[in-house]
């Protein structure tokens, strides 16, 4: 399943999103650092859900890092999040 499906999964079935947007954006870094050649190393991820609503900026973070799990998040260099 490609990283960005997985992302998507992952985070729909934690939050149940009013909007949830992942965008690919590797190929914008390609031979840059963490670039591995895969296509699936940098992440743009736009999510709203109300179960954000009492949270602060660090714990939706560690909220949504939390969701993506420790093995997911080791294979991407980078996640860029805009939570709300």
Known sequence: MPV???IYRK???AFSPD?????NDSASHAGHSGDDGTGETHFNVSIRAPG????GR?????????AL???LIG????LA???G
Do not use: T
């Open 4 to 6: 960005a499906d997985e």
């Open 11 to 13: 985070l729909n079935e």
């Open 19 to 23: 909007q949830l947007e992942v965008v």
């Open 52 to 55: 954000f609503s009492a949270m």
């Open 58 to 66: 660090v714990q939706r973070h560690r909220a949504v890092h939390a």
């Open 69 to 71: 799990g420790a093995e």
């Open 75 to 78: 294979r991407i260099h980078a």
């Open 81 to 83: 999040l805009d939570i």
